[in-house]
């Protein structure tokens, strides 16, 4: 299938625009197409988006009530979002919007014998703005299957954007709703064996000659969300060697229940939670995936990365997401992240 008005291939040919792709596919896209080990997977664009709000009367109704809106007002706001997103769930996708949809699942199932399920990941273009992070406050859904169950998460990702969360963190960081979107990416899901993040700069410093990478067992949303205490490594960025390292409790991990087709929780076993989730060789692995990244985008990044255990050893190695690192790099005069591809090596 090619891309077309609604959906984007990460390996397809369209062009990459952040306002239509949002900060977490336009950075995908990007990715894949430099080469990266990025999972397979297409954008539901903005313009889907776009279309469900304005064609279901929603656009103007959510404008309406979010006006004059009180930050202060906690419970006000609260009320308000489960009116939005119960609306936004409620209402039927467009037919076109729905075909084209569905017709870039089949086309993706097509590509793994028996098929593969999916991660389902919002993907806002309010996301990564300089200066802010809006870092887990979208949604994101693991080991879906089925297109029923994606085009339902679809338009939860949707609904995302008007968490109370979300809600206040605009209000209060005087960032406007008028023209704000969303983009969904659907993707092959990954199997981790361990998964993390990396920062190719100290955060504790700003100090850009280190990368620093938290890592635990499982899927990743439990370091992103700090359910788990993980290992810190900080590695030399030229050299790729250890620093020094923090080898967390890593209690708990996330993994597939395929019977179930969802995820579930278990502890971790003393023995591994007391030794550190990498080798050296992943360890060097990831740092050396990261500083790409940061030569790519010519700015610190914050990376999302997994070993995926359905991949042989040496090639397992997948990147999840990039985006520029928010806290320190701001203040670091670096050139902004690409968001064109021209010469790609």
Not at 42 to 58: K, P
Not at 126 to 133: H, I, T, V, Y
Not at 170 to 188: E, F, M
Not at 216 to 222: A, D, H, L, P, T
């Amino acid at each position: 299938m090619r891309d077309t008005r609604y959906v984007q291939f990460f390996d397809g040919t369209g062009e990459v625009r952040h306002e239509l792709l949002g900060g977490k596919c336009a950075s995908l896209v990007i990715m894949t197409r430099a080469g990266m080990p990025v999972p397979p997977g297409f954008a539901v664009t903005t313009a889907g988006y776009d279309e469900f709000v304005a064609g279901s009367g929603l656009a103007a109704e959510i404008a309406r009530l979010l006006s004059g809106l009180d930050p202060d007002d906690v419970v006000g706001v609260e009320a308000l979002s489960r009116r939005i997103r119960a609306g936004i769930c409620s209402r039927a996708v467009p037919d076109e919007l729905c075909a084209q949809i569905l017709a870039a699942y089949a086309d993706l199932q097509d590509r793994f014998p028996g098929g593969v399920p999916v991660a389902v990941r919002s993907s806002a273009t309010a996301e990564d703005l300089p200066g802010a992070s809006f870092a887990g406050q979208q949604d994101t859904y693991l080991w879906l299957i089925g297109a029923d169950a994606v085009l339902s998460h679809i338009r939860s990702c949707w609904a995302s954007l008007y968490t109370s969360r979300a809600i206040l963190y605009r209000l209060r960081g005087g960032i406007g709703d008028a023209g704000l979107s969303t983009a969904v990416a659907v993707q092959k899901m990954v199997n981790p064996a361990v998964s993390g993040v990396a920062i190719t700069l100290d955060p504790a410093t700003g100090d850009r000659s280190k990368i620093t990478i938290d890592a635990s067992y499982g899927v990743g949303e439990m370091v992103v969300s700090g359910r788990v205490t993980p290992d810190n490594i900080v590695v030399d960025k030229v050299m790729l060697s250890v620093v020094r390292q923090t080898i967390g409790d890593k209690h708990a991990e996330l993994v597939p229940d395929r019977t179930a087709a969802r995820l579930v929780e278990r502890e971790v076993d003393p023995a591994r939670r007391g030794r550190r989730c990498m080798t050296d060789d992943e360890v060097r692995a990831v740092a050396a995936m990261a500083k790409r990244a940061e030569k790519h985008y010519r700015c610190p990044q914050d990376v999302e990365w997994a070993f995926d255990t359905e991949l042989p050893a040496g090639e397992n190695l997948v990147l999840l997401q990039s985006r520029p690192e928010t806290v320190h790099s701001p203040n670091a005069r670096v050139a902004p992240p690409l968001l064109t591809v021209p010469g790609l090596t």
